[in-house]
Each structure stands twice: as C-alpha cells, then as structure tokens.
C-alpha cells in the first residue's frame, strides 16, 4: 500500500468555524507533512512531523493546528480561518531520515474554501 | 541557500514530440534533486530523482532528466510526448542540512497538442 488518503476532499467554511483535516498513511513511514497551495503556485511547507513530534513549523499562523496522534495519522485543525487561507492542502509522508534521502507520497489534497 | 529556478512557466508540444523542461538549481552542498508531477485536482507524485551515482536518471512514464554539476541543471526529458503528458512539472531540491524541507520550483505547465 503507497497511498496517503485525505478526508475531505473539499471543504467550505465560515470564518468563525472549527475544522479538522485528517491524513492517514499506511506505509510505515515515520515523517508526515502538511503543505498549503494556492492556484498555480509550487506547495509550500506548513508542518513536518517526525515521530509524531512536531520537527518543523515554518512560522505559521497559529489558526492553523497541526496533531499527529500516532504514527499513522496526521490532523490539521482549523479554526477563525480567513478567506485567503483557500487553497488546497497537501499531506505527505515519508521514511525516516536515518535511511537517507527519502521520496515524499503526496495524498490528493483537500481542497479548502473560507468565505 | 538552496534554490531551484523552472526556465518557463509554459511549454507546449505537438504529441509526439521531444518535452524538455529546464531546471537549475542553486545549492552550496551537492544537491538532492526531484522531479515531481501533477494532474489538475490531484497530490504531487514523484516522476524520478537525484541523489547520488549515476548522473542520468529514469523515471516513471518515459520521462528521464540529466544532473549536470557544471551547468548547475536537472532537466526533464521525454522523448516522445503523449496527451496524457499534459499537467503541471515541479522541479525540487531538498534541503538536507534542514532534513526534511523540500523546496519546489515555481512550476511549468506542460501543453501537448494533437
């Protein structure tokens, strides 16, 4: 199994709502990630987990809350979103770095509307 | 710094034809570098990569791209180009000393016409 699954795969929510993106893998890989893309731009990295501990937050706002409850599962929750949050989030995972440089599976993205 | 610069935000094709996509990097440490593609409302998916040894990788779907040290490039090649090649090319580097942060290119959307 090489797949990374995420759920929803769209999503529209007011400003004032609570959220919560899920990504789960089943690869055994112990490093997890979430980017932001916005339309026709490259992604760009929010968080890297590695063994469920949090290794990289790249200065993001805090309405932005990432969880990795087990080695399998990486969450991000959302919430007082602004419209310009839209975009499509990308979850990816990985092996651990100790076997080098490793290749990231991207799940499909859950696409994000804020009005 | 590390950094990955795509030569052209479009390029377009005859199906059938030779697709080449232009990439340079910047990098003071020798360089892991990936090429990367994606469908309309899909993920990424990994077409091949760079790490060490042999300068001349293949990927997935014909594709296979060059690390030219001297030239600082990795450019994408097919050598003939197929419909259902049309979608958008990311070329990345990632950054080893911070472990896990890959930087992509800006992207190039890839045009093949009948």
């Known amino acids: 199994d090489t797949e990374v699954t995420q759920t929803p795969k769209h999503l529209v929510m007011g400003m004032t709502n609570k959220k919560s993106l899920k990504c789960e893998q089943h690869m055994g890989h112990r490093a997890m990630y979430w980017y932001k893309q916005k339309a026709k731009k490259p992604p760009e990295l929010m968080f890297v987990?590695?063994?469920?501990?949090?290794?990289i937050n790249e200065s993001v706002p805090s309405r932005f809350s990432p969880e990795c409850p087990n080695s399998s599962l990486l969450n991000l929750h959302l919430h007082a979103l602004q419209p310009e949050d839209s975009a499509l989030y990308l979850c990816?995972?990985?092996?651990?770095?100790?076997?080098?440089?490793?290749?990231?599976?991207f799940g499909p993205g859950t696409r994000l509307l804020v009005l | 710094a590390q950094s990955v610069t795509q030569l052209g935000s479009h390029v377009s094709v005859s199906e059938g034809a030779l697709v080449l996509l232009r990439c340079n990097y910047s990098?003071?440490?020798?360089?892991?570098l990936f090429w990367y593609v994606q469908y309309p409302n899909q993920g990424l998916q990994l077409l091949l990569k760079y790490t060490t040894g042999a300068t001349l990788v293949k990927g997935i779907n014909g594709f296979e791209a060059e690390f030219k040290k001297s030239e600082t490039s990795f450019h994408l090649t097919k050598p003939s180009a197929h419909m259902s090649d049309a979608a958008e090319y990311f070329c990345?580097?990632?950054?080893?000393?911070?472990?896990?942060?890959?930087?992509f290119g800006a992207g190039t959307r890839l045009f093949v016409k009948a």
């Open positions: 987990y590695s063994y469920e501990k949090l290794s």
């Open positions: 990098s003071s440490v020798p360089p892991y």
């Open positions: 990345a580097v990632i950054h080893d000393t911070g472990g896990f942060k890959t930087i």
């Open positions: 990816a995972s990985s092996q651990d770095r100790s076997a080098g440089v490793e290749t990231q599976y």
